[in-house]
Structure formats: C-alpha cells, structure tokens
C-alpha cells in the first residue's frame, strides 16, 4: 500500500473518530463540571469569592489568583465600593458625574448606596467584602488542547475546548469580541453564574499604583484599574440589583448612538442633558457604578486636602461628551 493511501485512511479514520466530539467539544470535556473552591494558594480572607478552572501549579494562573485574592483580601474594592456608597449617600460630585440625584418620583441615591453597600459590606459584621462576595464564582476557563491521534500515529488532531464558558452562548459576547475585559452570565453547562475575566484586564494595574500627578482634570480610562472592571462584573450578579431597593438587574447599558455606555464619558453622557439626557438608565448601568466609585476613591486617594468632603472635588471638570458612533 503507498504512503499516500496509507495517509487519506489514516485522515479519514481520524476524522471519523474526531467529528463527533468536535460538534460539541466543552459538552465532552465538561460532562462533569468541577465545583468551585476557596482561595487554592492559601488561607482565604471572610467572603472571598470561590476560583474555578485555576491550576495553582501554573504560573500565568497563580498570577491572576494573587490578583483575584488582593482585589478583595488587600481591602481594595471595599474601599472602592465604601467611597462610591457615600459619594451616593450625601450626593457628592463623583455620584453627581454619573447619577442624578433623588427625587419625589425616584429615590435613585437610595437604590445606588444599597447596591454599593451590599457589595461593600460594613466592617462590624462582614470581613474584607460583603457576604454576597462570597457567593461570586470566578471561572478562569480556558484553552485546553488534547491530541487525537490516528491509529498510525501519522495525523495529529487538537481537540480545543471553548476559550471561555461565554462560548457556550451563542447568543452572548466572550471574551473574542474586540475590547471585552470580562463578563458575568450562567453557564449553560453548570447552572451557574458566573464571571470570567478576559486576557486583557489583567494588564490592569492596581488602583492604588495610579499616578495622581498623571491624571486629566476630568476622570478618564488613565485611572482605570482591574479593581474597576471587577466591581462592574459584581454588580451584573442576580443577587445585587434585585435584591436590593434598586429591585432591578443591573447590566449594560446603550447611548443614545447604540453603544454601549462604557468609560467616563460615555457613562456622563448618559445623564448630561445636553447629551443622552437619560437620568433612568444610570441606575442599571454597571459601568456607572464602577467609574463613579472609582471616581470617588481616586479623589480621595489624590487630593491635597482629603478633610471632611474636601476629596470629592478633586477633578474640577466633567468628562468630555463622549464620540458618536458612525
């Protein structure tokens, strides 16, 4: 028999071996989904979030496990989240950027400080975070590539599981879309919700490495901070918006262009009346919650003088009207 017959049966038996698995490759890999566990490299701190599809052994995820468990552990998105609850509380200016304030009709500062709140948990009752943290899974999924290999050795086939859970999904973005930092849905696989954190917002630094000499008059992506898109993932969880007096799930939200309403200047131009001037949406606007929260700790962090509310008028512009789409 020639080389090349021996070649075409061996790509044919190879095939016919992969193809069925192929269709549907995360339902085979994932028939029986892991559960979730504490903190892998050590002691958890109280209501530290739960790690899926991590290996400690590998460095890239210790790296980003460290990072999941300073977030939290360090006291970083307390902070964050205990500033945008009082920016909220007594209407400072970075809850005034983004949100509007209450009125007879809408108690929108209420419903922003108790989404804050729940996440920020207070400090007699909870540890580093709210108890509702605790109950977040991230799922750090990711390629795999396992070798199917023809009876003769001859043909090499790479199975390939779904970069992130998000694939599962047809109808929902991943981590593919171009600029998606992270995401939070149900995995259709597990039943579970669920965030995953794309490759890009691990370039995010910390937002206490923010270089206040560095920054705009006005809040701008200079002082973003993984910290930022995390506590913008927490907020899309089922069991903050809905339980709380916001009564809504909170998600991501369009500009009067179409986009999404993501960075400061789209998220101010959703109020800005001479913009969107659509006050309603702020308040289930994940990306809302996120930047006026970091907003608010950076004013802290920055100001010459952080006494009584002196902080919060730390940038004396607003952001820009945001660029309209084509």
């Known amino acids: 028999m020639s080389l090349s017959r021996v070649l075409s049966l061996t790509l044919f038996a190879a095939a016919a071996l992969a193809s069925p698995v192929l269709n549907s490759p995360s339902r085979v890999l994932r028939r029986d989904p892991p559960s979730p566990s504490t903190y892998p490299l050590g002691d958890a701190c109280d209501h530290e979030w739960q790690y899926l599809n991590f290996n400690p052994d590998d460095d890239t995820d210790k790296a980003h496990l460290q990072t999941l468990h300073d977030v939290i552990c360090v006291g970083e998105m307390r902070a964050i989240s205990s500033y945008g609850q009082s920016s909220a509380e007594r209407a400072l200016a970075p809850y005034k950027r983004y949100f509007p304030e209450s009125d007879e009709e809408d108690d929108f500062q209420t419903n922003v400080k108790d989404v804050l709140g729940l996440i920020a948990g207070t400090s007699s009752t909870d540890g580093a975070i709210g108890t509702v943290v605790g109950t977040f899974v991230i799922d750090n999924l990711g390629e795999l590539h396992i070798p199917l290999w023809s009876l003769l050795f001859l043909f090499k086939s790479p199975l390939i599981r779904p970069a992130d859970f998000a694939a599962n999904d047809p109808d929902e973005a991943d981590c593919t879309d171009e600029g998606s930092l992270a995401y939070t849905l149900t995995d259709q696989l597990d039943n579970r919700e669920k965030i995953h954190f794309c490759d890009p917002s691990w370039t995010r630094g910390s937002a206490a490495?923010?270089?206040?000499?560095?920054?705009?008059?006005?809040?701008?992506?200079?002082?973003?901070?993984?910290?930022?898109?995390?506590?913008?993932?927490?907020?899309?969880?089922?069991?903050?918006?809905?339980?709380?007096?916001?009564?809504?799930?909170?998600?991501?939200?369009?500009?009067?262009?179409?986009?999404?309403?993501?960075?400061p200047p789209r998220v101010?131009?959703?109020?800005?009346?001479?913009?969107?001037?659509?006050?309603?949406?702020?308040?289930?606007?994940?990306?809302?919650?996120?930047?006026?929260?970091?907003?608010?700790?950076?004013?802290?962090?920055?100001?010459?003088?952080?006494?009584?509310?002196?902080?919060?008028?730390?940038?004396?512009?607003?952001?820009?009207?945001?660029?309209?789409?084509d």
């Open 209 to 263: 490495d923010v270089d206040c000499g560095s920054l705009d008059p006005f809040p701008s992506t200079k002082m973003d901070s993984f910290s930022r898109i995390a506590l913008h993932e927490m907020t899309h969880y089922s069991s903050v918006g809905p339980q709380t007096s916001l009564a809504q799930q909170i998600v991501d939200t369009n500009n009067a262009d179409g986009e999404k309403a993501y960075d």
């Open 268 to 325: 101010h131009g959703l109020l800005d009346p001479e913009q969107d001037d659509n006050p309603a949406v702020t308040e289930i606007n994940a990306d809302s919650y996120a930047w006026m929260s970091l907003d608010a700790w950076i004013s802290r962090k920055c100001a010459a003088d952080p006494s009584g509310d002196n902080w919060a008028s730390f940038f004396t512009q607003d952001p820009p009207a945001y660029e309209h789409a």
